[in-house]
Structures are given as C-alpha cells and as structure tokens.
C-alpha cells in the first residue's frame, strides 16, 4: 500500500518559519514528483508547490514564491516545504501528494494528476 504522511504543522506568530515534512512509502520514491497542496477553510483547494522526481524542475505558486521553498532527500523518501515569512493568509491545511510516476510536475506543457494523498497537516499563522 502507498502511503503519504505529512507532518510540520502547528502554531506559528506573523514573519516566523515553518518547515513541512512529507514521506511515502509502499512506492519507488525517486520515480515520482511530489506536489504540495493546501485549502483554507471555505475556499478552494490550491497547488503552491511541486518538485519533480530528482529535484531538478521545481514549481511554485505566486502566492508563495519566494517565500517557501520545496525540497527533496530521496534517500529518507521525503520532501520539504521550507515556509518563510508567513502571513495569517497561509492559514491552511495543507497536504503532499505523489503524481502517477511520470516524475514530473508538467509534461506536454499540461499539469499533472496525483494520485497518492495524505491526510494533511494544519498550519496556523497568528498576527
């Protein structure tokens, strides 16, 4: 069985620092891009993130780019979100997830599904 945990979250105050943690298992890691994913109360779900199999193509957001940072260590099977200068907006749960083993976040110019999902990590940003 394939499964994906997600683990980091917590309270954090306005301009702090978290960082995310996702490991899978039950699949050949390094054959799959990894996105990150989080949903706000009421509002839809949004992909913020995305590195490809062996971290050498990385997507992000507008709204997070340049302040999170996605990152991958094949040997542990786990990727990170490194989150900086947090805003109460980030407010989210947020979830990792592991494309269909094509290893890239886009192929022919097209977004790719994911197909292994975790259960999510809450993460709080107090003012």
């Known amino acids: 069985q394939v499964q994906v945990v997600e683990s980091g979250g917590g309270l954090v105050q306005a301009g702090g620092s978290l960082r995310l943690s996702c490991t899978a298992s039950g699949l050949t890691f390094d054959d799959y891009a990894v996105g990150w994913f989080r949903q706000p109360p009421g509002k839809e779900r949004e992909r913020i993130s995305c590195?490809?199999?062996?971290?050498?193509?990385?997507y992000y957001a507008n709204s997070v780019k340049g302040r999170f940072t996605i990152s991958r260590d094949n040997a542990k099977n786990t990727v990170y979100l490194q989150m900086n200068s947090l805003k109460p907006e980030d407010t989210a749960m947020y979830y990792c997830a592991a494309d269909r083993g094509g290893g890239y976040c886009f192929i022919g110019g097209r977004r790719v599904d994911f197909g292994y999902w975790g259960q999510g990590t809450q993460v709080t940003v107090s003012s």
């Open positions: 590195i490809s199999w062996n971290g050498g193509n990385t």
